[in-house]
């Protein structure tokens, strides 16, 4: 059992640490809601463009998509260490409505390279090898309007 | 993160995992996240959870979802490693602490189905997002290539080497024997390319059609087809009437070459052009019934090299078909060796290949054994006077053999671990062809 406790704070008072976190983090868990109640969380990179949380999906791995398209309400869950590691925070959830952007799947979401490429670098090299998977890189944006944030601070 | 776990068997293996985030729809029907310890359950399939914060919504009895993920950062690169595991479940009290019996699980780890096999296993999903976004959008969605790749992906050009060296071969024993070369050489080259590539489509074709590539989840570039049909690059239709269509064109040339040449063309070609329709074609299907590696050789071996000396000499000879003879085995064991990765989905499609037949044993024996016959009949074909003394410089690369053989016999059940090994007997059948076609020449060369 520990005994640390936290604190749910509102998105004003915390968009710098989130917003840290947001930009260090190279993997957080989007969960969304599928049909009957039940919840489906996805690790994805999240990209953060100062205002709204961006994600790519490939066609391969589009449930997701789907479950968003039918329930935009989703939750972005960052607790990656490479992004708290550091910090006096054990993570943060934005909860937000969530949009599929899909009407170019082939080229569209490149507008989103250069924050992707911070967090993975090696994506240009997959990217000249495209015809090789090319299904995996058709590929739909998730953008995400905060709605709440919630801080998980660690005490000492 | 990590609470000490119970001495247990059955227990979900959470090792390695750093973090736990427990999932639920909270009372305002947004999902809720909360970064939780953990361990695995002291029951089967369960894990106990301490979630560092408990929002009032988050009581016993709310279904949840935990989600462990992980990657291992890679300066300069991204990440590696990558692996995550969900359990679905009910939140019950245990103590202070909550545990999850597991109703569900899934999740990837990719050191258990590499991220290529994933990506396959999941192409069935793709193709759907692309024909619901297509009714919803009341226009075809496909997924895009620039057209010179779909190309390059649909012929399976890389192979051609299986059609240009025994071309060359054959004129190169032609010239050895006095003959010239001639430009009837090329477009003989032009022609058999045609018919191979139309092949390569056939197969493509009739492979989707019988489910034989569906079914493979683990292609590589040397096996388990082109994929551009799984992958709804080219449909089924224009696949078939290209291949068909390149096939006929490679006949017309093979005609109209017979016609200046001699009519004994028509023969050596309408054998080939048959083995390659039927090589995956009804009713024969000749690779479904295991005599896929003897139509390969005979088709990329005699046919091709007693064609193509034919064209020049206008006769056939003894030599021309001895010296098919090693080309001939390499080529039949491209495919032989091609096969040992496809050979589940193979099964599963009834295409009963040597693969499939055969244990692992015997295709490492059959595949020693073949090696050593290619070479083994370049020795007795200088012996005996039916190749020259230079063919001998073919046997330089069957060291590669060897390499060949002990990357089958360690990757055997490694589709991907099996890759370096099909590249490697590509090459081999590569310079073996190259030497022996330059052996010819050189011969020819210096004899006057």
């Known amino acids: ?156 | 993160m990590m609470l000490e776990a119970p001495s247990r068997s059955h227990a979900i293996d959470l090792e390695g995992y750093a973090k736990a985030i427990v999932t639920y729809i909270d009372d305002d029907d947004y999902p809720m996240s909360v970064p939780a310890d953990f361990r695995s359950g002291d029951s089967e399939a369960s894990v106990v959870l301490d979630p560092i914060s408990r929002p009032p919504d988050m009581h016993p009895g709310r279904r949840v979802t935990v989600i462990f993920s992980h990657i291992k950062p890679v300066e300069d690169f991204g990440y590696v490693d990558r692996r995550y595991l969900t359990v679905e479940g009910r939140l019950e009290p245990k103590g202070d602490v909550f545990e999850v019996k597991a109703e569900r699980i899934s999740g990837w780890d990719e050191s258990v189905v590499p991220f290529f096999e994933y990506c396959e296993r999941s192409v069935g999903r793709g193709r759907a997002y692309l024909e619901s976004l297509s009714r919803t959008e009341g226009k075809e969605i496909q997924p895009r290539l620039p057209l010179l790749w779909k190309m390059f992906l649909a012929t399976r050009a890389p192979f051609l080497t299986a059609t240009v060296i025994p071309v060359l071969l054959g004129a190169a024993v032609a010239r050895w024997q006095g003959y010239s070369a001639s430009w009837f050489t090329a477009v003989a080259l032009i022609g058999a390319s045609l018919v191979h590539i139309g092949l390569n489509m056939l197969n493509d074709y009739f492979d989707s059609v019988s489910g034989a590539d569906q079914m493979n989840v683990t292609p590589t570039p040397y096996s388990g087809g082109s994929r551009v049909l799984q992958y709804g690059l080219v449909s089924e239709k224009a696949m078939l009437g290209w291949g068909a269509g390149l096939m006929v064109a490679g006949c017309v040339i093979g005609v109209v070459l017979s016609v200046f040449r001699g009519p004994a063309l028509l023969a050596i070609g309408g054998i080939g052009v048959l083995l390659a329709f039927f090589y995956t074609a009804p009713p024969l299907r000749l690779a479904y019934r295991g005599l896929g590696d003897l139509a390969v050789a005979t088709g990329f071996g005699p046919i091709v090299v007693a064609g193509s000396y034919y064209v020049v000499a206008r006769k056939l000879s003894i030599e021309a078909l001895y010296a098919s003879i090693p080309v001939a085995i390499l080529v039949m064991l491209i495919l032989y060796v091609n096969q040992v990765p496809d050979r589940n989905a193979d099964a599963l499609a009834g295409k009963n290949t040597v693969a499939v037949r055969f244990s692992r044993e015997a295709i490492l024996r059959g595949y020693a054994i073949a090696a050593a016959a290619a070479f083994l009949s370049v020795v007795i074909g200088v012996a005996i006077g039916l190749m020259p003394t230079l063919a001998l410089l073919s046997l330089l690369p069957a060291p590669l053999a060897i390499v060949v053989y002990r990357g089958m016999r360690d990757n055997y059940d490694s589709p991907y671990g099996l890759m370096p090994a099909m590249s490697k007997n590509i090459a081999l059948h590569g310079l073996v062809g190259t030497a022996l076609t330059m052996a010819y020449f050189a011969s020819a060369y210096f004899s006057g």
């Open chain 1, 1 to 156: 059992m520990n005994d640390e406790t936290v604190s749910p704070t509102r998105l004003s008072e915390v968009s710098p640490e989130v917003e840290h976190l947001l930009i260090r983090a190279l993997v957080a868990e989007l969960s969304v809601i599928a049909g009957g109640g039940r919840v489906v969380s996805y690790p994805l990179i999240p990209l953060f463009d100062g205002e709204k949380i961006y994600m790519t999906s490939s066609v391969l791995f589009s449930k997701k998509l789907e479950h968003i398209k039918a329930n935009p309400k989703v939750a972005v869950s960052i607790s990656d260490p490479s992004a708290v590691s550091g910090t006096e925070l054990a993570g943060a959830t934005i909860q937000g409505e969530a949009a599929v952007i899909d009407d170019d799947l082939h080229e569209g979401w490149m507008r989103l390279l250069p924050l992707w490429r911070q967090k993975e670098p090696s994506v240009d090299v997959f990217l000249k090898k495209r015809f090789a998977m090319p299904l995996f890189w058709e590929r739909a944006i998730i953008e995400i309007t905060p709605k709440r944030v919630f801080v998980w601070r660690r005490e000492s």
